[in-house]
């Protein structure tokens, strides 16, 4: 604990809220049996001279241990709406409710972005989901209208084209997870592909995402803009994912080759979405700051999902659905809102390193599946939406 | 609640209880000698004798939840699979 790191691995998260109230009732009974000391001793101080500091702190031990208990109640209180909140909202989901990420749209539309960024941390009382004070942030509901939409627009997946601006031999493969964040590009040229010959003739590549460089919504010409990162949340295709298998291909990666993804912000929904697709041989994953709630882990390859506790866009992904991966958070020490600064790829890079240093057996790959230092060639890519490309059937 | 937040509840039970031993200590060692007044020198002995008990009670309840607390860290660490790095 002292890493300051909350390591969730798969299977389970939150202990039930009758555990809590139990040691509510604990505390309870705690408080009272102290409060008769605190009146026994008050009694008889008057008559006992020197006893009257003996009360006093005992009065206050019991003040404290109230404190205590009134707190745990709060906490398994807020805990039981949490689970109440979400179970209704899933069900909501599977009949067309998405939980997007719409920060950008409000950013862009004048200033509203802190009161959104507040409401998403549960500041705001009026909001319609429960203030969440003890995992992070909850997500905005956005629903049916988007989807519909952007079902309608192809979901963001129209032509994109793919530029090499970078491509070169050498490379050795990352070994540590701080390594594999340090290699996500700038979202200028948002894809890094890396690919390894190995001896046994097979290929193996490691694919690098960077985040939304554009926050409109389809009317710019980089495909990793809102448009794609409500396609993505939304489970419908994405002009971001299109660009990545599309700069992959380039690259010489074939489906059915052993793949690596790491991703940070929408390339990390980029990640997941392309690790989980069925198309590659998934090695391993890694996201950093990433919506990728409602995108579970299924297969059966290492999964880190690296989160910080005061970054608001991991929430904005949705409830969190089961999934294999293993997710670590953390608290960046961020100002409340400094959004781009516990956002940012350096601050997660100080967080992979430490990620590093731990012993957690699920944790020690380094983020990447099998080991070898073949050298390798690395290509890196520009990608724009084509003007004025129709739509896909 | 996770881990964290039992780790948290534990170490705080754990400094009250604390705190009322060393009050038990403060009583156990006052002296009554000839400060008491108002009543009998043996009614004020058997008063402060009844007190420390009570303190004592207190603190194996103090003790009990503080172990209820550990309990459920515990649980927390293992089965939910929440560790704290």
Redesign the interface.
């Known amino acids: 604990m002292g890493s300051g790191l909350t390591i969730i691995t798969p299977g389970g998260l939150a202990m039930a809220s009758e555990e809590v109230f139990a040691l509510v009732n604990q505390c309870e009974t705690t408080a009272a049996a102290v409060d008769s000391t605190a009146w026994r001793l008050r009694m008889i101080s008057p008559s006992i001279p020197g006893l009257a500091g003996a009360a006093t702190a005992t009065a206050q031990v019991g003040e404290r241990i109230i404190f205590l208990e009134k707190q745990l109640r709060e906490l398994a209180k807020r805990a039981a709406e949490q689970e109440a909140w979400r179970a209704t909202n899933l069900q909501k989901k599977a009949d067309g409710t998405i939980y997007a990420l719409v920060a950008g749209m409000v950013w862009s539309s004048g200033g509203r972005g802190e009161a959104w960024a507040a409401s998403m941390r549960g500041d705001d009382a009026s909001s319609s989901y429960p203030a969440s004070s003890l995992r992070g942030n909850e997500p905005a509901a956005v629903t049916d209208d988007t989807a519909a939409i952007l079902r309608g627009r192809g979901g963001g997946a129209s032509g994109v084209s793919l530029s090499a601006v970078e491509s070169s031999s050498g490379v050795t493969p990352a070994t540590s997870m701080a390594e594999r964040v340090a290699r996500i590009p700038d979202s200028d040229t948002p894809i890094r592909v890396e690919t390894y010959q190995l001896p046994d003739g097979t290929t193996h590549a490691e694919v690098f995402i960077a985040g939304t460089n554009q926050w409109s919504v389809g009317t710019g010409d980089s495909p990793f803009d809102m448009e794609s990162n409500l396609g993505l949340v939304a489970g419908v295709s994405a002009a971001s994912a299109l660009a990545t298998t599309q700069a992959m291909r380039m690259a010489g990666v074939k489906p059915g080759d052993a793949v690596g993804f790491v991703g940070h912000s929408q390339g990390g929904a980029v990640a997941a979405t392309l690790a989980e697709s069925g198309v590659y041989r998934t090695t391993s994953l890694v996201t950093v700051g990433a919506p990728t709630s409602t995108l579970p882990v299924k297969g059966d390859y290492p999964a880190v999902l690296i989160e910080h506790a005061n970054d608001i866009v991991p929430g904005v992904g949705g409830s969190r659905v089961t999934t294999n991966a293993t997710v670590v958070r953390r608290d960046s020490g961020h100002q409340r809102f400094d959004v781009l600064g516990a956002h940012s790829t350096d601050s997660y890079r100080e967080t992979a390193a430490m990620i590093d240093l731990s012993s957690t057996p699920e944790l020690a790959h380094g983020g990447g599946g099998p080991t070898h230092s073949q050298p390798g060639r690395v290509s890196v890519f520009s990608a724009s939406r084509l003007p004025g490309q129709p739509p896909p059937g | 609640?996770?881990a964290?937040?039992?780790?948290r509840?534990a170490a705080?039970?754990r400094q009250?209880g604390q705190?009322?031993r060393?009050?038990a200590a403060?009583?156990r060692s006052?002296s009554?000698g000839d400060?008491?007044?108002?009543?009998s020198r043996r009614a004020?002995e058997g008063?402060?004798a009844?007190?420390i008990d009570?303190?004592h009670?207190?603190i194996e309840?103090?003790d009990?939840?503080e172990r209820?607390?550990r309990l459920?860290w515990r649980?927390?660490l293992q089965?939910?699979?929440?560790?704290?790095?």
Request: net charge negative.
């Open positions: 609640m996770d964290n937040d039992y780790s509840v705080i039970l009250e705190a009322m060393s009050i403060t009583l006052h009554i400060s008491w007044r108002g009543q004020a008063s402060l009844d007190t009570e303190c009670r207190a309840i103090i009990g939840a209820e607390a459920l649980r927390a089965t939910p699979n929440i560790l704290g790095g």
